[in-house]
């Protein structure tokens, strides 16, 4: 091992503070400079939160782990300063203040004057307080819009930037297995294409912005069992390769993602923390990740705690290691004295520690954290008297007209519109009855990562930070002309129905019914949506459906309005129902972006990244099934969606036609071309959502009947029409075989050009001629469109 040496290193001299040098001669050069206990430093986090008043920041307690002393840690230096601004409520401007003069201490403590890299949650923007709160990711999938969802992530990753946060945790790419489980509102869908290409874009926009993107959670998470968080994942190889891997593939490859938080969760008997084939031969070897690979929060300790593979915190930090781990989240446990004792042992290879820190220190190099002018005063600050603090307060907007603008764009993009039966836009009603639990709430547009709902419900005491227009405001806004009036009818969760008379009277007395139903974003039980807020089954929660089918039986037509995290079976309203309105945790702009499509002032555009199930128990299930998954006549349960994967009605109505195929046969390293005519046969504007699928009636493994291979965004105004002229490479329709690589058989297959994957429109019987022939992460992942304006 590394002796302790001591150097004399005048500021600014050294090799590494040298930007114009390559990065990997710096790094070696730091590298050989440091003690073993420097680089072991660099590997762990420490959770603190911003002082309020603008001081250093101090440790978070945490009931995981033992209290950390910040002095006894600096002098050998520090990796990350977890959450400094997502652990409490804090002025934006105090903390970037704190945050700066603890990273004056943390440079200035130990020999090089290394700062930390400071991470923060931005799954639903920068969950931060007074930061915009943008539409969760289930509405990023539901807009089939990446364009739009990396402008937004370029807003969140500026915000981050300019008061000196380096890396968000962000975004997910687990693809939704099991509805039930309380995490679906984080992802964006449960379609691996859709999913890779709208986290793709997420990355691209945060990195544009100087911000390392982290990708969540690798591998397999959202495939526990029963839906239930944390739980053992039981899936075959070719499941993981074929549905789980490819949106990582697709974000290291395409987006340029710097960091990947590994998944809690343990796949036949394999926790992904301890997994070196995953984390080291997938990700590294075969994909040739340059980044660092972080521990999701206590994920290492879980080694020792929950999987029972570590016997030791020291094993449990080995095992990480070996597998590819490189920094230990949130905070100093494993990496610290246990890493420091195996490595003295010899049970841990000091070489294993340099593979580690020279990921880390290049990600410092890269954000100019080694640069010899490199300044702990963040853009936000620059120029302000920092003497004063009490003068900064209020002085950064992090929710200022453009992101709520931007925010108000993704919302009203991804409001998905589910049945109408020309109730819909609503025509001046006299009066609206605006019933459920929903109504009259703020947070009900808010996901569990938003910071009011993560945070903020822990400190009832402080004013939320933003605007969060109620339902009830947003429909009195949009129809100034109507009387609204607003009953409960009964709780989120709740069983007591004694609300529900009333509810029903109102109703009677209304001319539409708007009701307002769905989920409360909690953490571990304390919702019905979030992060170990898992559902037994996919009924609405509490007693809301009751209140649904009271409102249903006035003969009043009833607009079923959701705002929820997941998708929900509605019982008799998907056929009774005068209209369906679907929204996933919308943003602080999601309120008037429903009552705009109410209204008719924002043509509906969404389509569904889940199904919605026809009944609340034939779970778990997913479009992506193979002939076996469908209904048949040999098992009563009826997995039908009520609304399928890709599903969303608008204001208008389009018409396919004129499908040419050009090229129908190819070689299995080549690619299919065809061409056909979509026209807008309404009398308004409109967007189509134009969704191919590949269908494989014959392969040497068992295939999911369809599967999405490519989309596009089709803008229209009314009569006009377009020739989309569409090339599918033989690469889209690979899959892994039977020796466990992916492979591109010969054979007959067709695509289906879609509105949904229920609404076929098209159908081109095409076929693959030639060898079977492998490939691997570097084959064609996108089809090619071009749209031109067309009379025919």
Same mark, same amino acid.
């Given at each position: 091992?590394?002796?302790? $040496?001591?150097?004399?290193?005048?500021?600014?001299?050294?090799?590494?503070?040298?930007?114009?040098?390559?990065?990997?001669?710096?790094?070696? /050069?730091?590298?050989?400079?440091?003690?073993?206990?420097?680089?072991?430093?660099?590997? %762990? +986090?420490?959770?603190?939160?911003?002082?309020?008043?603008?001081?250093?920041?101090?440790?978070?307690?945490?009931?995981?782990?033992?209290?950390?002393?910040?002095?006894?840690?600096?002098?050998?230096?520090?990796?990350?300063?977890?959450?400094?601004?997502?652990?409490?409520?804090?002025?934006?401007?105090?903390?970037?203040?704190?945050?700066?003069?603890?990273?004056?201490? !943390?440079?200035?403590?130990?020999?090089?004057?290394?700062? /930390?890299?400071?991470?923060?949650?931005?799954?639903?923007? =920068?969950?931060?307080?007074?930061?915009?709160?943008?539409?969760?990711?289930?509405?990023?999938?539901?807009?089939?819009?990446?364009?739009?969802?990396?402008?937004?992530?370029?807003?969140?990753?500026?915000?981050?930037?300019?008061?000196?946060?380096?890396?968000?945790?962000?975004?997910?790419?687990?693809?939704?297995?099991?509805?039930?489980?309380?995490?679906?509102?984080?992802?964006?869908?449960?379609?691996?294409?859709?999913?890779?290409?709208?986290?793709?874009?997420?990355?691209?926009?945060? @990195?544009?912005?100087?911000?390392?993107?982290?990708?969540?959670?690798?591998?397999?998470?959202?495939?526990?069992?029963?839906?239930?968080?944390?739980?053992?994942?039981?899936?075959?190889?070719?499941?993981?390769?074929?549905?789980?891997?490819?949106?990582?593939?697709?974000?290291?490859?395409?987006?340029?993602?710097?960091?990947?938080?590994?998944?809690?969760?343990?796949?036949?008997?394999?926790?992904?923390?301890?997994?070196?084939?995953?984390?080291?031969?997938?990700?590294?070897?075969?994909?040739?990740?340059?980044?660092?690979?972080?521990?999701?929060?206590?994920?290492?300790?879980?080694?020792?705690?929950?999987?029972?593979?570590? +016997?030791?915190?020291?094993?449990?930090?080995? @095992?990480?290691?070996?597998?590819?781990?490189?920094?230990?989240?949130?905070?100093?446990?494993?990496?610290?004295?246990?890493?420091?004792?195996?490595?003295?042992?010899?049970?841990?290879?000091?070489?294993?520690?340099?593979?580690?820190?020279?990921?880390?220190?290049?990600?410092?190099?890269?954000?100019?954290?080694?640069?010899?002018?490199?300044?702990? !005063?963040?853009?936000?600050?620059?120029?302000?008297?920092?003497?004063?603090?009490?003068?900064?307060?209020?002085?950064?907007?992090?929710?200022?007209?453009?992101?709520?603008?931007?925010?108000?764009?993704?919302?009203?993009?991804?409001?998905?519109?589910?049945?109408?039966?020309?109730?819909?836009?609503?025509?001046?009603?006299?009066?609206?009855?605006?019933?459920?639990?929903?109504?009259?709430?703020?947070? /009900?547009?808010?996901?569990?990562?938003?910071?009011?709902?993560?945070?903020?419900?822990? #400190?009832?005491?402080?004013?939320?930070?933003?605007?969060?227009?109620?339902?009830?405001?947003?429909?009195?806004?949009?129809?100034?002309?109507?009387?609204?009036?607003?009953?409960?009818?009964?709780?989120?969760?709740?069983?007591?129905?004694?609300?529900?008379?009333?509810?029903?009277?109102?109703?009677?007395?209304?001319?539409?019914?708007?009701?307002?139903? +769905?989920?409360?974003?909690?953490?571990?039980?304390?919702?019905?949506?979030?992060?170990?807020?898992?559902?037994?089954?996919?009924?609405?929660?509490?007693?809301?459906?009751?209140?649904?089918?009271?409102?249903?039986?006035?003969?009043?037509?009833?607009?079923?309005?959701?705002?929820?995290?997941?998708?929900?079976?509605?019982?008799?309203?998907?056929?009774?129902?005068?209209?369906?309105?679907?929204?996933? =945790?919308?943003?602080?702009?999601?309120?008037?972006?429903?009552?705009?499509?109410?209204?008719?002032?924002?043509?509906?555009?969404?389509?569904?990244?889940?199904?919605?199930?026809?009944?609340?128990?034939?779970?778990?299930?997913?479009?992506?099934?193979?002939?076996?998954?469908?209904?048949?006549? $040999?098992?009563?349960?009826?997995?039908?969606?009520? =609304?399928?994967?890709?599903?969303?009605?608008?204001?208008?109505? =389009?018409?396919?036609?004129?499908?040419?195929?050009?090229?129908?046969?190819?070689?299995?390293?080549?690619?299919?071309?065809? #061409?056909?005519?979509?026209?807008?046969?309404?009398?308004?504007?409109?967007?189509?959502?134009?969704?191919? %699928?590949? #269908?494989?009636?014959?392969?040497?493994?068992?295939?999911?009947?369809?599967?999405?291979?490519?989309?596009?965004?089709?803008?229209?105004?009314?009569?006009?029409?377009?020739?989309?002229?569409?090339?599918?490479?033989?690469?889209?329709?690979?899959?892994?075989?039977?020796?466990?690589?992916?492979?591109?058989?010969?054979?007959?297959?067709?695509?289906?050009?879609?509105?949904?994957?229920?609404?076929?429109?098209?159908?081109?019987?095409?076929?693959?001629?030639?060898?079977?022939?492998?490939?691997?992460?570097?084959?064609?992942?996108?089809?090619?469109?071009?749209?031109?304006?067309?009379?025919?």
């Amino acid at each position: 091992m590394t002796d302790n $040496v001591t150097l004399d290193i005048a500021p600014g001299t050294a090799i590494w503070t040298d930007p114009t040098l390559d990065l990997a001669t710096r790094v070696d /050069a730091l590298v050989a400079a440091m003690t073993l206990p420097e680089k072991v430093a660099q590997l %762990y +986090g420490v959770w603190v939160g911003a002082a309020a008043d603008g001081g250093e920041v101090a440790p978070y307690q945490h009931d995981m782990e033992e209290p950390v002393d910040l002095d006894d840690l600096l002098d050998v230096g520090l990796g990350q300063l977890t959450r400094p601004f997502g652990t409490a409520p804090v002025d934006p401007a105090l903390g970037a203040l704190s945050l700066l003069r603890t990273q004056q201490r !943390v440079a200035a403590a130990n020999r090089f004057g290394i700062p /930390a890299m400071a991470h923060e949650e931005c799954l639903a923007g =920068f969950a931060a307080w007074g930061a915009t709160a943008y539409p969760v990711p289930l509405s990023w999938g539901a807009t089939f819009d990446p364009e739009l969802i990396g402008r937004m992530a370029a807003a969140i990753g500026a915000d981050l930037r300019r008061v000196g946060v380096h890396q968000g945790l962000a975004p997910v790419l687990d693809v939704v297995r099991d509805a039930r489980w309380g995490r679906v509102e984080e992802t964006i869908g449960e379609d691996p294409y859709l999913v890779g290409t709208v986290a793709t874009a997420y990355v691209r926009g945060l @990195e544009s912005a100087g911000v390392v993107a982290t990708l969540k959670h690798f591998a397999g998470y959202s495939a526990s069992r029963g839906g239930r968080n944390l739980a053992p994942v039981a899936m075959g190889p070719r499941e993981r390769a074929d549905v789980i891997i490819p949106p990582f593939e697709m974000a290291v490859r395409e987006g340029g993602a710097r960091s990947v938080m590994h998944a809690y969760t343990d796949t036949d008997g394999m926790p992904s923390a301890a997994d070196e084939e995953l984390l080291t031969g997938l990700l590294r070897d075969a994909w040739g990740f340059p980044g660092t690979v972080v521990a999701d929060y206590f994920g290492i300790a879980f080694l020792h705690t929950l999987h029972g593979v570590a +016997g030791s915190w020291a094993e449990a930090a080995a @095992e990480a290691l070996a597998a590819g781990v490189d920094v230990e989240l949130p905070t100093v446990k494993t990496f610290g004295a246990p890493l420091r004792e195996a490595l003295a042992a010899g049970a841990v290879s000091e070489a294993l520690i340099d593979r580690a820190v020279r990921r880390v220190l290049t990600q410092k190099a890269q954000l100019g954290l080694l640069d010899a002018d490199w300044s702990p !005063v963040p853009a936000a600050l620059a120029g302000a008297d920092l003497s004063d603090p009490e003068a900064l307060r209020g002085t950064v907007d992090l929710d200022p007209p453009a992101n709520r603008a931007l925010a108000r764009e993704v919302a009203e993009r991804s409001v998905v519109l589910l049945a109408n039966d020309g109730t819909l836009p609503l025509d001046r009603p006299a009066r609206i009855a605006l019933v459920g639990p929903q109504a009259e709430s703020p947070t /009900a547009v808010l996901g569990c990562y938003s910071f009011p709902a993560h945070v903020g419900s822990r #400190h009832p005491e402080v004013p939320v930070g933003i605007a969060l227009p109620t339902l009830a405001a947003a429909l009195r806004a949009e129809f100034p002309g109507s009387v609204v009036v607003t009953v409960a009818g009964v709780s989120v969760d709740g069983d007591d129905t004694s609300g529900v008379p009333a509810a029903v009277a109102a109703a009677r007395d209304a001319d539409v019914v708007v009701a307002a139903l +769905g989920d409360r974003a909690g953490l571990f039980g304390r919702g019905t949506s979030g992060e170990g807020c898992d559902a037994e089954s996919l009924a609405l929660p509490g007693a809301q459906q009751h209140l649904l089918d009271a409102l249903l039986d006035t003969g009043t037509p009833v607009v079923a309005t959701l705002l929820a995290g997941r998708p929900y079976a509605l019982g008799r309203a998907v056929t009774d129902a005068a209209a369906i309105v679907q929204s996933f =945790f919308p943003g602080e702009e999601g309120t008037p972006a429903i009552a705009g499509v109410l209204s008719g002032r924002i043509a509906p555009q969404g389509r569904l990244p889940v199904s919605v199930p026809r009944g609340p128990g034939a779970q778990p299930t997913t479009y992506l099934s193979a002939r076996l998954g469908q209904a048949s006549d $040999v098992s009563n349960v009826d997995p039908t969606p009520a =609304f399928g994967f890709g599903h969303g009605l608008g204001y208008t109505t =389009f018409d396919w036609s004129g499908l040419v195929v050009d090229e129908p046969l190819a070689p299995t390293d080549g690619e299919l071309r065809l #061409h056909f005519t979509v026209r807008n046969t309404g009398s308004r504007w409109g967007s189509e959502v134009v969704q191919v %699928y590949a #269908h494989d009636p014959v392969a040497s493994v068992v295939q999911p009947v369809q599967r999405l291979v490519g989309y596009l965004r089709v803008p229209l105004e009314a009569g006009a029409a377009c020739r989309v002229d569409l090339a599918v490479p033989a690469d889209l329709f690979a899959f892994t075989g039977r020796d466990g690589r992916r492979v591109v058989e010969p054979g007959e297959l067709e695509l289906r050009l879609a509105a949904s994957s229920t609404d076929h429109r098209l159908v081109a019987a095409v076929a693959l001629r030639g060898p079977a022939r492998h490939v691997d992460h570097t084959r064609r992942l996108h089809p090619r469109f071009a749209v031109t304006p067309s009379a025919g």
